[in-house]
């Protein structure tokens, strides 16, 4: 137990001394690299430690050293392999157009090379200074539930293929479901201070996500400037006199006032809101234009960028409105509200789409969380084809490189379709989900297959390969499996809802992976024979 744990610790605190040096900073993303990398290197170490066993027990006359370099020599490639495919799936992440995803995909990436020197370099060295004495193998006492599995893929062949064929449906069933609309609030469970603070600031303080929206008035035909002897100072503020027309003053108003009446939206402020107190001011007698323009250019510099420049520019001929929605507003869509306030300013008010835009956090967060569709086609789709080319470098053959992959598929696609049958929304974590499961999962097809094609060549024969696998790779990708899924499990002590379901989905999805890989992979083994005939 001691043996693999250090050398899990060692690799975690190799990357963290590498990122303190490299000066990279950790994000809410990112920081979930440890728990990651912990699990993934565990899952290396079993697979080495339990060949070193399996051969202790195997071939007794041979010494320690001997065993331990034909383990080291036998898990090489397989882990290497394993090692490459789970990069390929983290480095799918850089398509997703998202900074912290991206740089999430480049950490995992950098971590996973620290794993494996780690692991074939510390873990061999320490496992030869245990004593002969202490290593204890009972290989069968732990292979009831493989063996079970075994059992079912060689009689069951036709209902494996029938449940896979149903998982699939009801996964593209969930994942045409699929849908991106969340907010920053509810990435917080409510006993969080976070949570409390955000709701008191929209029930209380007029909403937390900022919008702009910007009008646009047209500007005169430039004149050419004859220079006087005024200055330019003068001519500036003839200008701004000027300016302030009805037209524009009622435009602004009308754009307030639609704003403002939304449920969705909270504090409203424009220039629309400084004449308002101005009128207050006056005796409730509404200011004229030109008594606006005067103002504007007789009130101090330091007022005047305090309290209007923010929401009006001369020079640029434009108005500011600045609104806060309320995030905590039961059924908010963001993606609606932004698409009823263009409408509405088009097609009620009257404005042409030349003459606003729409800008602020709460556009960039929506257009976040709209790019995750695309961001989940292209990294699906460039891990598949990524460990569909693994595949076939390791063995050199088209119909085992298929058999490989479509069981990892599955169980990425059927989470996939969870989420979307449960309506759970995509976000910058869950996104994530299907590329590391398959990245992670197809880690057991690739030593499975391994182990299959080494065990036939000795045994000839399909159903006793089978058996033989499950009693001893079998148990390893058992392990790995729980030992990932505890280590993901660990995530839903997390106050962020994005990282808990980010723990609980991956988990799951590495159980249904396992459970895949030993009874779907052997079947299709059994029934394809990629390795030649009885």
Known sequence: MIVPISSCFLSVIIMMGLLGLLGWKVTVISSNFIALMLILTMAMNIHMSTRFLQLSKEKPNMNKKEIILEATSKMFWPILYTVLTTICAFLSLIFSGIRPIIDFGWMMTIGLIVSFVVTFSLLPTLISFISDVSVNVNENRNSVFTNLLGKISIKNKSLIFFISAIIFFISILGISRLEVENSFINYFSKNTEIYKGMKLIDEKLGGTTPLEVIIKFPKKDEEAEEEDEWGENDAENDESKYWFTKDKIDKIDKVHNYLDSLPAVGKVL??????????????????????????????????????????????????????????????????????????????????????????????????LLQSLFKSQILTLGFVMIGIFVMFFVLFKNVKLSLIGVVPNFIAAFFILGIIGMAKIPLDMMTITIAAITIGIAVDNSIHYIYRFREEYKKINDYNLTLKKCHSTVGVAILNTSITIVFGFSILVLSNFIPTIYFGIFTGIAMLLAMISVLTLLPALLLTFQPFGNK
């Not at 007789?298 to 929401?311: G, L, N, Q, S």
């Open 270 to 367: 424009s220039f629309s809101s400084i004449i308002q107190v101005a009128t207050v001011l006056n005796d409730n007698k509404p200011l004229g234009s030109l008594e606006m323009g005067v103002l504007y250019s007789k009130i101090p510099e330091t007022i005047r960028k305090e309290i209007v420049d923010p929401y009006i520019s001369i020079e640029d001929s434009e108005a500011r409105i600045n609104l806060r929605i309320k995030d905590s507003n039961e059924g908010l869509r963001r993606n609606d509200l932004i698409k009823q306030i263009n409408y509405d300013l088009e097609n009620k008010l009257g404005l042409k789409k030349e003459e606003y835009k729409l800008a602020g956090v709460l556009i960039l967060f929506n257009n």
